[in-house]
Structure formats: structure tokens, C-alpha cells
């Protein structure tokens, strides 16, 4: 049974850092596309933030979080792990996070619809 499970959201001042995880297990999604969305509270929808390749090599991000959030993943072992470094939040950055996969990511990776497995969420909260 596939399963994605979120961890590391919790209360920050703004400027702190976070670093979210995420455990993927039940398919073999080492050869997944990652991805993190975010729910701002009172929204219904769901955000891109950033993205990674199965291998790691090719990562994406929305231009709201490039060049504070970095996107990792460890392919190492059989439970596939699944980061996001958050430095320089801000109270902007107030959601739950979820991890998500996506067989194939190519030109659709900001797109919500083309992830196939997703977690329960996350919720972190940046306050100023």
C-alpha cells in the first residue's frame, strides 16, 4: 500500500529555518517525481513550491520560494526519502505542506493533477 508521511512543520519566527521530510513507501518510487504544494489557510488550493526528479538530478521551484527552499531526496533506501530546506521563511509561507508523487514529471510539474500519491500534510507556521 503506498504511503507518503510528512514530518518537521511546526511554529517558527520569521527568518528561522525548517526542514520538512517526507517517507514514501508501498511503490517504487525511486523512479517517482517528488513534489511539495502548499495550502494557505483559508484556500482551497493547492500551490506548487517545488519539485525533483526520480534521480535527483533535475530540481524546479515556484519563483515565491527559489533561492530559499532547496529540494533533496535520498533514493538510497527502499523507504524513499523526500526533503525541503526552508530558510528565510516568511509569514507568506503559512500552509500545510504535502509531499506528492508523480509517475512522469516533465513540463507538468507544477501541476497538482499529475501526482498520483499524496500525504496527509504538514502544517507550518510562520510568525512575524
Known amino acids: 500500500q503506498a504511503q507518503l508521511v510528512e514530518s518537521g512543520g511546526g511554529l517558527v519566527q520569521a527568518g528561522g529555518s525548517l526542514r520538512l521530510s517526507c517517507a514514501a513507501s508501498g511503490r517504487t518510487f525511486s523512479s517517482y517525481g517528488m513534489g511539495w504544494f502548499r495550502q494557505a489557510p483559508g484556500t482551497q488550493e493547492h500551490e506548487f513550491v517545488a519539485a525533483i526528479s526520480w534521480a535527483g538530478g533535475t530540481t524546479y521551484y515556484s519563483d515565491s520560494v527559489k533561492g530559499r527552499f532547496t529540494i533533496s531526496r535520498d533514493n538510497a533506501r527502499g523507504t524513499v526519502h523526500v526533503y525541503l530546506q526552508m530558510n528565510r521563511l516568511e509569514p507568506e509561507d503559512t500552509a500545510v505542506y504535502y509531499c506528492?508523487?508523480?509517475?512522469?514529471?516533465?513540463?507538468?510539474?507544477?501541476?497538482?493533477?499529475?501526482?498520483?500519491?499524496w500525504g496527509q500534510g504538514t502544517q507550518v507556521t510562520v510568525s512575524s
Open positions: 506528492a508523487a508523480a509517475p512522469l514529471l516533465g513540463s507538468g510539474y507544477n501541476i497538482k493533477a499529475n501526482y498520483d500519491y
